[in-house]
Antibody, heavy 124, light 108 residues
Framework: VELLESGGGLVAPGESLRLSCGAS????????MNWVRQAPGMGLEWVSG????????YYADSVKGRFSVSRDNSKNILYLEMNNLRAEDTAVYYC??????????????????WGQGTLVTVSS | DIQMTQSPSSLSASVGDRVIITCRAS??????LNWYQHKPGKAPKVLIY???TLQSGVPSRFSGSGSGTDFTLTISGLQPEDFATYYC??????????FGQGTKLEIK
């Protein structure tokens, strides 16, 4: 399994950026995918996720209304569209595969594996 | 929202020591609790899922326990490669994950 993020860079506050994550080594559309970030000197923060088919999306309160997650299952790519960026969005963004196990009604979910991350810097 | 609180925030220990890291949830999460290890410049990796199930390939010196609101990660016989930051994460809220703030394990 390999996850390769791209699209990070330096942007000014209020601008937009789109991250991509190319996936290989597994049946992409069978798995939920996620974005997790780590701001400088801070801990891990789950940002967003979506189901294998892309029909269900989830967001942290800190990005709701500004970020949009999507996927192209024909190309095995996960996206994160980030709008109205703020200085506090500065972080390394990781693309992460979701794992699901156990009963269909109450499955266990965890994140594995993780990509190497792409750095987003929001600064004027 | 479910909040996760780890203690301590940092910890100094020596090779060979037994270390315990605690994670507390703001409400019962049954055993929907995962532990991750993160080293600088590397991708985080899962160590334990469902509170106590060791991920394949993870050394048996790592163990997890707990249910409800209180959980522990124990490392028995610290190795040099274990010095890292450790995070708990709840998955009780389905795919709306929450991480603890992390515990940095340093060499004494």
């Amino acid at each position: 399994v390999e996850l390769l993020e791209s699209g990070g860079g330096l942007v000014a506050p209020g601008e937009s950026l789109r991250l991509s994550c190319g996936a290989s080594g597994f049946t992409f559309n069978n798995y939920g995918m996620n974005w997790v970030r780590q701001a400088p000197g801070m801990g891990l923060e789950w940002v967003s996720g979506l189901s294998g088919g892309g029909g269900n999306t989830y967001y942290a309160d800190s990005v709701k209304g500004r970020f949009s997650v999507s996927r192209d299952n024909s190309k095995n790519i996960l996206y994160l569209e980030m709008n109205n960026l703020r200085a506090e969005d500065t972080a390394v963004y990781y693309c992460v595969k979701g794992v699901r196990s156990g009963s269909e009604r109450s499955p266990y979910n965890w994140l594995d594996p993780w990509g190497q991350g792409t750095l987003v810097t929001v600064s004027s | 929202d479910i909040q996760m609180t780890q203690s301590p925030s940092s910890l100094s220990a020596s090779v060979g020591d037994r270390v315990i890291i605690t994670c507390r949830a703001s409400q019962s999460i049954r055993n929907y609790l995962n532990w991750y290890q993160h080293k600088p410049g590397k991708a985080p990796k899962v160590l334990i899922y469902a509170a106590s199930t060791l991920q394949s390939g993870v050394p048996s010196r790592f163990s997890g326990s707990g249910s409800g609101t209180d959980f522990t990660l124990t490392i028995s016989g610290l190795q040099p490669e274990d010095f890292a930051t450790y995070y708990c994460q709840q998955s009780y809220s389905g795919l709306l994950y929450t991480f603890g703030q992390g515990t940095k394990l340093e060499i004494k």
